[in-house]
């Protein structure tokens, strides 16, 4: 059996057990690659090559500054907008996320923009009550048009001028790639609209993230009385409160105004007893008491975060986080009230609750059960509510993500991809270095931790990809991609100039649905110029008509890492790809064979 025939039965099985969808996609993976050893196609080299792939560390990298931006409260930010400007309308919003992804995609690439803007549509689906899947395949499809709409968009466009140039001595301008882009941009967008509802799969994801986006006002409407707001006073320099004893101001209770909390200006309780210049008092109360107060002691009310405090609880510095007192916590049976400061002295309890109600107040012994409303800085409450003692109810980053958008992290954040998008634009290194330096960058301002970084990985996308990088590797290696590329070309190449460009479309696109587009643009292209060049057509055509079909990669997850990308988060199933993907297909074929003609004369 010869070893073409070998890679078309692995080939075939491989597709039907991915439509099967009962084996892991990682098993099934790695399992290909094994088998591939096994049958003597590849060596064990070849076989773990993906592992240590360009394709891999780029992508890993690349979660990394998407955790980054997401860390940042950049995602929040223009998921902010987005809301804005969409409202409640259900097109509006899917055009202006399709949008935003395709320029996205032309300033960084495919994967990037995807990974980027994962976390961001995620939240906005959940939090707009919208199933995820049906935002994010429109989205990666948008992606894939972007990458036509300039000349840096894909590897691909790079093959495909550099050929142009080989072989007419004309180059592609940078923009001119959009005569074909914007086309299948606005199409995809219009079939995402209009058909997308019957179209797009019907999935629940496993893991939903949490809307968290209005917590701090959940939060001051459960401990505190509906009337009741939580507001910091600021102690102004030269208040002739400085040096006095806090006790002496405010009373935990007075005139209606309950003191919570001394702090400072990054939310950390004072550890002297000592009102001095710029310290908050966090108080609750109405309105009206709290203002009463505030005038008669000349303090002001905290403007210093301007509208970034959020019921008090919230801002860049400062956050919140609820905690649940463990059975067996060595917590239990000892004395909290609320403004006493934790052990760790970074953290103060704002409240107390039993089975839903505060306590007499005071101080009470805590009980298995009770919960803890916590504050302090966002490192600290990072730090010090991992604890075996209590069970956290959300997580400080996530709380941070979803209230807090334009976070501390965010202008480094925003400098070093700036930066990793020159780099990506310009090529001064390759994407992977650039993509790594930028992850790295990340890590070292801070804007993410270590453990924040590990946790971003997709695995299910790695090792997905790293282990069909031999199959790739295979299909050119044993000459069947070849042979199936000069079958189709040959049985249209002799007939109508559209009827070859067809052709050309066909195999590439097929190609495109098991390997990447950039290896099977490396396989086409020359196959292409060689037939164009026997039936006498422009090279040009024939380029731009591989460039269009390499970008249609739209019928199953392993197309591209962007589309492996969104399956998880989407709770997509390998076969829910091609329904919605067939009809955006067309498009491209349209493009490609009869609009690619009308700019690049046959």
């Known amino acids: 059996m010869s070893e073409i025939a070998v890679m078309l039965t692995i080939l075939a099985i491989t597709v039907v057990i991915f439509v099967w969808n009962k084996i892991p996609v990682e098993i099934v993976a790695i399992g290909v690659a094994l088998i591939l050893f096994a049958t003597g196609i590849i060596g064990i080299d070849d076989a773990f090559s993906g592992f240590g792939s360009q394709t891999v560390i780029l992508i890993a990298a690349l979660f990394v500054v998407a955790e980054s931006i997401d860390a940042a409260g950049i995602t929040t930010w223009m998921g902010g907008l987005l809301v804005k400007f969409a409202g409640d309308s259900r097109p509006r919003l899917i055009a ?10 032309a300033i960084i690439s495919v994967n990037g923009a995807v990974a980027a803007l994962l976390p961001m549509v995620v939240v906005l689906a959940v939090r ?67 058909l997308g509802p019957k179209l797009l799969p019907q999935r629940v994801p496993e893991d939903s993230p949490k809307d968290l986006s209005d917590h701090p006002r959940v939060l001051l409407g459960h401990y505190w009385p509906a009337e009741h707001e939580l507001v910091r006073l600021l102690v102004p ?175 480094p954040a925003l400098i070093i ?49 790293a282990g069909m990088i031999p199959l790739s590797a295979a299909i050119t290696k044993t000459g069947t991609a070849e042979m199936l590329a000069n079958g189709i070309v040959y049985l249209t190449g002799g007939s109508s100039p559209y009827l070859l460009l067809l052709g050309i479309f066909v195999v590439t696109a097929v190609l495109g649905q098991l390997i990447s587009n950039t290896a099977t643009a490396l396989i086409i292209i020359p196959i292409a110029l060689s037939v164009a060049n026997e039936a006498g057509l422009s090279a040009l055509t024939v380029l731009m008509c591989v460039s269009v079909a390499s970008a249609a990669a739209l019928l199953t997850p392993i197309a591209t890492p962007a589309n492996m990308m969104i399956m998880r988060p989407a709770g997509y199933k390998f076969g829910d790809y091609w329904k919605f993907g067939l009809v955006i297909m067309s498009l491209y074929v349209a493009v490609a064979v009869f609009l690619v003609p009308v700019f690049w004369p046959f």
Request: net charge negative; charged share 10%.
């Open 96 to 105: 202006l996320i399709m949008l935003f992804t395709a320029l996205l995609t």
């Open 237 to 411: 320099v030269g208040s002739g409160h400085v040096g006095d004893k806090i006790a002496g101001v405010l009373p935990a209770t007075r005139g209606g105004v309950h003191l919570l909390s001394v702090q400072n200006a990054a939310g950390k309780p004072l550890s002297s007893d000592v009102l001095g210049a710029g310290n908050y008092l966090v108080v609750r109360g109405t309105a009206s008491d709290i203002a009463d107060f505030a005038l008669e002691h000349e303090m002001a009310v905290d403007t210093t975060h301007g509208s970034d405090v959020a019921c008090g609880l919230v801002s860049k510095s400062f956050g919140v986080a609820e905690v649940l007192v463990a059975p067996r916590s060595n917590l239990i049976d000892t004395s909290v009230y609320p403004g006493m400061v934790t052990e760790s002295g970074s953290l103060v309890v704002l409240a107390h609750q039993r089975a839903g109600k505060s306590p007499e107040s005071g101080a009470n012994q805590v009980k298995a059960g009770d919960t803890l409303l916590l504050q302090g800085s966002w490192n600290s409450l990072d730090q010090h509510t991992r604890d075996q003692n209590v069970l956290l109810v959300d997580s400080p980053d996530a709380i941070r993500r979803q209230t807090v958008p334009l976070g501390p992290g965010a202008i």
């Open 128 to 194: 707009l009550g919208r199933e995820p899947g049906q935002l994010l395949m429109p989205m990666a499809f948008a992606a894939h048009a972007g990458s036509l709409l300039v000349l840096t968009g894909s590897p691909v466009n790079i093959l495909i001028l550099e050929a142009a140039i080989d072989s007419t001595g004309r180059g592609i301008g940078f923009f001119e790639f959009a005569l074909v882009g914007l086309p299948l941009l606005i199409g995809t967008i219009v079939v995402a609209i209009y």
């Open 417 to 465: 991809l700036a930066a990793m998008v020159v780099m990506m634009t310009t090529n001064i290194v390759p994407a992977s270095v650039a993509a790594l330096l930028a992850a790295m960058a990340m890590v070292l301002t801070r804007v993410v931790t270590m453990g924040q970084a590990h946790r971003s990985m997709s695995w299910q996308t790695l090792i997905l990809v």
